[in-house]
C-alpha cells in the first residue's frame, strides 16, 4: 500500500507551509492546478469550516513537558478531502484529537463556522458536527449493521428530514456499499472492509460538515482500501463535506486533494494537482 508518486503516476505536488503563498517543488510545479484554497471568511465565498489559530499542545509527564503541537495555524475548507501525514510520535493523533474535539489546545483555538470550539461546547460540537472513523471501527459487536447506525441517531438525537430513522440508516449503509442483506447482519459477520463502510454510514448518520479518519485503510488489503478512498472523495466532492484522514498511506495521500504534513510539531502542506 506504501505506494511512491512515481509509482501511482503523480507529478510533483506544490508544496507550501500553511498561510504563505510561495510555492517550491520541481519545474512547473508553481503552475499547477490547485483545490481552492478557504479564504479568510471575509467574502461570501469563504468555504472554511474549521479553522486553528496558533495552536500548541503539550503533554507533562513528571517536571518534563513536552510540546507536540507548536504554533499552528489552518484552515479547512467544506468539499475537500485531506489527507495528514508524519512519522510515528509527530502528533497526527493529537491534531486529530483536538480539531475533533476529544481534547482542548494547551493554547491557540479552534473553530467551527466561526465560533470557538470552547464557547460551542465539545459534546455539542461532537454530536452535531464532526464525526471520527477510528482504525479499529469501535462498532458495537453485538449488533446489526443496521442496528449500529441507527444507535448512533438515537444516542445523538439526530432525525432524518424526512422517513425514519431505520429508513435513513438504511439509505446511508446503500451509499456506502451495503445491501440489505448486509445490513441485517451482526457486524462480526462482515468482512473488515465492510465494517468500516459500516463505520463509516455511522459517521454520517448525524449529517457531520467534517468527517475525521484516523488510519482508516491500516487493517485493508489494497483493493479494499481503494473502495474507502473512493468513498471519502465523493463524500467531499459530491456531498460537501469536509474529510479529514491521518494516514501513513501514500496510497491514500496520492489521490487527497490537499497533504498535510507533521514533523515536529510543524505543519505543513501540499497540493495535488488534479
Known sequence: MNLSASDTGQTPETTRTPGTTGTTGG???AGAPAAPAPTDGSGSGDRTVLRLTGVSHTYAGGRRRTAVLKNIDYAFARGTFYTVLGPSGSGKTTLLSLASGL?????????????????????RYRNRHAATIFQQYNLLTYMTALQ???????ITGAKPVSGSRR????????????????????VLRLSGGQQQRVAIARALACDVDILFADEPTGNLDEDTAQGIVDIFRELAHKQGKCVVVVSHAQQVAAQSDRVLTLR????TEQVNPR
Do not use: C
Open 264 to 267: 515536529k510539531g510543524r505543519l
Open 167 to 186: 429508513g435513513r440508516a438504511l439509505e446511508l449503509l446503500q451509499q456506502v456499499g451495503l445491501d440489505r442483506d448486509m445490513a441485517r447482519r451482526n
Open 27 to 29: 519545474p512547473g510545479a
Open 103 to 123: 481534547d482542548a489546545p494547551t493554547s491557540g483555538s479552534i473553530s467551527f463556522d466561526g465560533r470557538d470550539l470552547a464557547e460551542l461546547g465539545l459534546g
Open 148 to 154: 449500529n447506525v441507527t444507535t448512533a441517531m438515537e
